[in-house]
């Protein structure tokens, strides 16, 4: 056999199953691992998967040796709030005082500062920031994303938060699906009109459809933003147009997200911290993907972690993301995430590695495209510079990515100690 790229030496290859949906419940403990594994690739594909020692008879115009190390299909992180203007790091001064999150929200600050950061930075200055906080991710490990936009509130920013999601695709050979989040918070000017800010980002939406700038539609349920009523209408008007459902549910306090989520068919119930018993129940009996937010609950200090080991041993579907954002997560790295899912989810290394591959894509609806390494997939891969895969939930906060591939083609890699090169420094 003829191969564009052949990987082989590989100590461990990690190979989700993916069956047509996220896997749910016992189905998340499998986990295929092939050991001395190889794999070859053509136009941009995987082509053969086999052994190493069966690799040594074949051709490729380009051999890559992996040194025996772990290789993976590429990571997917399911939520992100990728597009954002300024920062917040005033605000970790009010966290250390113990104001709360929906405090700092309701003093017009947190998401709403970022709102006016957001609406005063350029199209351009979006796209350069945001291109800083992607290739982060992708050095960790990342070659599928979901962005949120959000930091708008009006037609206007919204749009252009989307725009710059469609930019990084064109940039970058990753794929960034795109989530409208226009209720992300109540405008000052709206409060105690939370019905008609709704309908105007109805009608938003409706110009995104025609214009195709996103695939899911997401609203901020929680107390002091939108209710689970508004939230059912805002989503089920978002259904009838076509969109893809996500929900920001249960993250503080138990409105019933989880339940609202499964009834209406939604893609993904995110946060879940606060789900309720029926909550889970109704989501381990649905196709509703539970995207788990570690990172979220760790940045805000809290004790109660969203309820990983009830949903799994009910039979729910759980994936993991970073939450990236200016407030609640300032993180790109996945890795930490799963380290805090071993440590505080108590999910095993094998439901997190699924966790974080087919089932997030499920989350995005993208099971089809990435989150696995089969023949006839696209060949998104990782080598990950440790002895087995269950090194990287154990030794935690640090990057364990050595070479990122998207296609077949490598995208991103470490540079060895002391092979930098500053041109131009004297
Ligand atoms: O900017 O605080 N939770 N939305 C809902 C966020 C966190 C992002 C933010
Ligand atoms: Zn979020």
Redesign the pocket.
């Known amino acids: 056999m003829n191969f564009d790229l052949l990987v082989y030496n590989i100590g461990q290859l990690i190979l989700p199953r993916f069956t047509g949906n996220a896997l749910k419940g016992e189905e998340m403990k499998q986990l295929a691992v092939r050991e001395s594994a190889a794999f070859g690739v053509n136009d941009g594909k995987v082509a053969w998967i086999g052994s190493s020692t069966e690799a040594e008879g074949y051709n490729a115009k380009l051999k890559l040796d992996a040194e025996g190390k772990v290789v993976s299909p590429g990571l997917v992180d399911p939520h992100t ?1 990728l597009v954002f203007g300024g920062s917040r790091e005033h605000e970790l001064a009010l966290k250390q005082e113990g104001v709360p999150y929906l405090e700092i929200l309701a003093r017009g600050g ?2 709403l500062s ?1 709102v006016e950061a957001t609406k005063n930075a350029a199209l351009q200055d979006l796209v350069e920031k945001a291109s800083f906080h992607l290739e982060r991710m992708v050095s960790h490990g990342v070659t599928t994303m979901e962005a949120k936009s959000g930091y708008g509130l009006e037609r206007e920013t919204e749009l252009k938060q989307l725009s710059v999601i469609h930019k990084l695709n064109e940039k970058y050979p990753i794929s960034v699906v795109s989530t409208f989040l226009g209720p ?1 918070a109540i405008p000052p000017a709206y409060k105690g009109k939370e019905n008609e800010f709704l309908l105007e980002m109805l009608d938003v939406l409706e110009e995104i459809k025609e214009k195709k700038l996103a695939d899911f539609a997401d609203i ?1 349920c929680e107390t002091g933003v939108f209710t689970i009523d508004q939230s059912r209408v805002f989503l089920q008007k978002a259904k009838e147009k076509g969109f893809g459902l996500k929900i ?1 549910a249960d ?1 503080i306090d138990p409105l019933g997200g989880a339940e609202l989520a499964s009834s209406l068919g939604a893609a993904s119930a995110d946060h879940l911290v606060a789900a309720s018993d029926e909550g889970i129940r109704m989501l381990s009996e649905s196709d509703t993907v539970a995207v788990l937010l570690p990172g ?1 609950t760790f940045y805000l200090g809290k004790d109660q972690y969203a309820r990983a080991r009830k949903m799994i041993d009910e039979g729910a579907a759980v994936a993991l993301a970073t ?1 990236f ?4 997560c300032v993180t790109e790295n996945l890795q930490f995430i799963m380290s805090l899912a071993a440590l505080k989810l108590k999910m095993t290394t094998e439901e997190i590695w699924n966790a974080v591959t087919v089932n997030a894509a499920c989350a995005i609806g993208r099971g089809k495209e990435a989150g696995t390494l089969d023949v006839g997939r696209q060949a998104d891969f990782v080598i990950w510079d440790v002895p087995n895969y269950k090194y990287i939930p154990y030794h935690y906060g640090v990057n364990h990515a050595k070479r990122v591939f998207v296609s077949g083609e490598m995208i991103w890699e470490r540079i060895p100690f002391g092979e930098f090169q500053l041109s131009g420094a004297r």
């Open positions: 709030h947190g998401i970022t992300h901020f920001h993250e979220t939450d954002n200016p407030g609640s």
